[in-house]
């Protein structure tokens, strides 16, 4: 992500904003989308129709004043139908104007839609590294950003710049066709002042726009990250300290927002100068040319009305190519998420796991996060199917590793890892994620419904599948004296639950996937001693007759593993089954003495307050 960030800064603007548009193209023109092909080129029909008729509509002004300026007879009779296709005249350009903004409406929501699920997925589908680091809340703003300015760059494009330029050039044409090539040389010399000056200006104004958009994020960010830890603000009293960490954010959004509002009244006023002066100019030439007899009143008329006709628009067009210049900052910064490389890809060749009975076997695997500080050092060991075995060892043994790496959030560097013969490095992702379950130490729930919580081990599972789950983990009676039982809401992260009840959930969850291959990772560490047992016995009950790998601190937890592999410095220091490890008096001897000494020391504090 880093590297990717810097390359990112180090492209020149332009650039970037050529890259963006390049990235957005196949959202605008899908490949197999017969039918929003049809409606872009249909839009594009009405846009240049609208214009057309939009250049026709001062002559019939023109035409009406000269008929005016006439005869009384012509003045009573021609007018009238002159000002009648006037209004017909308006209302096409409009009507056309509408056609095209409803037909195109569905190609431009269905590119955001696109991109939005495009980048969703890709965020899923990046490594656990990258996840590590990330910023949750600047991601949804950048997605929220991202989309809105697709929706922006693809209508106001195609819609306001492209016809407005279109019209320009119409304008000068008919001005030069009809008068004198000294109208059309000053329409344009204006019109091209009016873009140059407008993209200086913007171009300089556009550092403040990145300026507020990485401080909006950050606040964002902070405020996110300070609300989802709300009870650990509140135990240590830092309401203040969260206060001023997201004050600074938006202290420094404030100067960014006041130079940014400065700088566009600056741009405003040189914009109105230069369509003044425009003006001006080109009525003056026709006033002279009325005066020669060289134009009628009518010709004055229409000099007039495509001037301030085409001014609007262009007046508008600051407004937009501001707005563009915003929202292709802002689809930049979600388009380079979708060029981060996510770490760990399937093979080109990769097949789904095959079916088997689950046996999984660490063969020499060595792996580090950073090449200078080795996790696991040429570790080997087998779950046999159907057995269980337990991974223990001190803080930073790299237990916590092992299940990572089986469930290949990381590829190792040197050895493999293989489920019934197959290198896991060799099979599709979802295929290999499907086959195990995990019961995390931690378990983060949606803040949802305990009936969605369940369900989302298997989506498509049935009511009565998820309330089988939910008995299995020792859960359902809870849930039913709930007043709202299955529909019960958990909250932010599942906080409305106990540790237990959590554990419960992931358990259910976890039970419903059906996987061949569990894992336990420290799943009872954080609970009480009365709530672990509980929880120790549905585990112990949900992995009968699985493939069942348990990460541990606690060695109470795991004495009826079938084999306990001890990890010590990232290397399996020895292992066999319980008894056998307490005679053969080694690490794991020592372990489970100053265990049981602490239990022993916790049990007499217990007793002495119980007295008390």
């Not at 043994?397 to 290198?423: E, M, N, P, Y």
């Not at 004495?559 to 056998?580: F, P, S, T, Y």
Request: hydrophobic fraction near 45%; charge should be neutral.
């Amino acid at each position: 992500m880093t590297s990717a960030s810097f390359d990112s800064a180090a492209r020149p603007p332009r650039r970037k904003e050529v890259e963006a548009i390049r990235a957005l193209l196949p959202f605008l023109w899908p490949a197999g989308a017969i039918e929003l092909r049809v409606r872009v080129a249909v839009a594009l029909a009405f846009l240049v129709a609208a214009k057309v008729v939009n250049v026709c509509v001062p002559f019939f002004y023109k035409w009406a004043v000269d008929a005016l300026s006439g005869e009384l007879g012509a003045a009573v009779t021609v007018p009238v139908g002159l000002i009648v296709g006037y209004g017909v005249a308006r209302v096409m350009a409009r009507a056309f104007g509408e056609l095209r903004d409803a037909v195109f409406a569905k190609v431009a929501q269905r590119a955001v839609r696109t991109a939005a699920l495009a980048t969703f997925r890709h965020l899923h589908g990046l490594a656990l590294s990258f996840h590590l680091d990330r910023r949750t809340g600047g991601l949804s703003r950048a997605i929220e950003r991202g989309t809105k300015g697709i929706e922006f760059v693809l209508s106001f494009t195609l819609f306001n710049v492209a016809p407005t330029l279109l019209e320009i050039a119409m304008v000068c044409g008919v001005l030069w066709a009809l008068y004198d090539v000294n109208f059309a040389v000053v329409t344009f010399v204006t019109v091209a002042g009016y873009i140059a000056f407008t993209l200086a200006v913007t171009e300089w104004r556009l550092k403040f726009r990145r300026t507020m958009n990485e401080t909006d994020g950050e606040a964002h960010t902070r405020a996110i990250d300070s609300l989802l830890n709300y009870e650990t603000v509140k135990y240590f009293g830092a309401e203040e300290h969260e206060a001023r960490r997201f004050d600074s954010a938006l202290r420094r959004y404030e100067h960014a927002a006041v130079k940014s509002k400065t700088s566009l009244s600056l741009l405003n006023i040189g914009q109105g100068g230069l369509v003044a002066v425009g003006l001006i100019l080109v009525m003056i030439m026709a006033g002279q040319g009325v005066a020669a007899g060289r134009m009628t009143l009518g010709d004055f008329v229409l000099v007039n009305t495509y001037l301030i006709q085409l001014y609007l628009p262009l007046n508008f067009l600051g407004f937009v190519y501001r707005e563009i210049k915003r929202s292709l900052t802002d689809m930049e910064e979600m388009f380079g998420l979708l060029k981060i490389q996510a770490g760990i890809v399937d093979a080109e060749d990769a097949q789904p796991l095959a079916s088997g009975p689950g046996e999984v076997a660490f063969e020499r695997v060595s792996f580090s996060y950073d090449a200078r500080r080795p996790i696991l050092k040429d570790v080997s060991f087998t779950i046999p199917a159907g057995k269980t075995v337990a991974i223990v060892g001190p803080s930073g043994a790299g237990k916590s590793t092992i299940g990572r790496l089986l469930f290949r959030f990381h590829d190792i560097d040197r050895g493999a890892v293989r489920i019934d013969g197959q290198d896991i490095r060799d099979v599709a992702q979802a295929s290999l994620r499907a086959a195990i379950g995990v019961v995390p130490q931690d378990t983060v729930l949606f803040n949802d419904t305990i009936y969605y919580n369940i369900a989302y081990g298997r989506p498509g599972a049935s009511p009565a599948e998820v309330e089988e789950a939910a008995r299995l983990a020792r859960i359902h009676d809870f849930v039913m004296s709930l007043p709202d039982g299955y529909q019960s809401r958990v909250g932010e992260r599942g906080l409305k639950l106990s540790g237990g009840e959590k554990q419960r959930v992931a358990i259910a969850r976890t039970i419903l996937k059906r996987p061949r291959i569990l894992v336990f990772d420290e799943a009872t560490s954080a609970l009480d001693s009365h709530t672990e047992k509980e929880i120790q016995a549905s585990l112990r009950e949900v992995s009968t007759d699985r493939t069942t790998l348990v990460i541990a601190h606690r060695l109470s937890t795991v004495v009826d593993a079938d084999d306990i592999v001890v990890l010590d410095e990232g290397r399996v220091a020895e292992h066999g089954r319980h008894d056998e490890l307490l005679a053969l008096g080694g690490r794991y001897a020592a372990m489970w003495e100053r265990q049981q000494k602490a239990a022993e020391v916790e049990q007499a504090l217990d007793a002495s307050r119980a007295t008390a």
